[in-house]
């Protein structure tokens, strides 16, 4: 790490921070070293290096269906496309 560096400090949910740490050493990163690619990307791309918009209603639906578990479950892709052609009926 260069000589010249500053200290960042932020609050964070614990649980949140032990679910992030646990991923990042999953791949064999500190959380030092995961903010610091986090920084680096967003000033390779002038921005967040991700999308970051607001849900629409049917998406939000959509989550909510997954959350409940009330949505349709398919063994296949094949019985999912299915579905599709049969919806259109």
Request: proline content about 3%; glycine content about 4%.
């Amino acid at each position: 790490m260069a000589l010249n560096s500053e200290k960042v400090n932020f609050r964070v949910d614990p649980e949140l921070k032990a679910s992030a740490e646990a991923i990042f050493s999953a791949v064999g990163l500190s959380v030092g070293e995961a903010c610091r690619i986090f920084f680096k990307q967003v000033t390779l791309q002038h921005g967040l290096p991700f999308d970051v918009k607001i849900p629409n209603a049917e998406t939000i639906a959509a989550m909510r269906e997954y959350e409940t578990g009330d949505f349709k479950k398919f063994d296949s892709t094949e019985e999912l496309f299915a579905s599709w052609s049969d919806d259109a009926k």
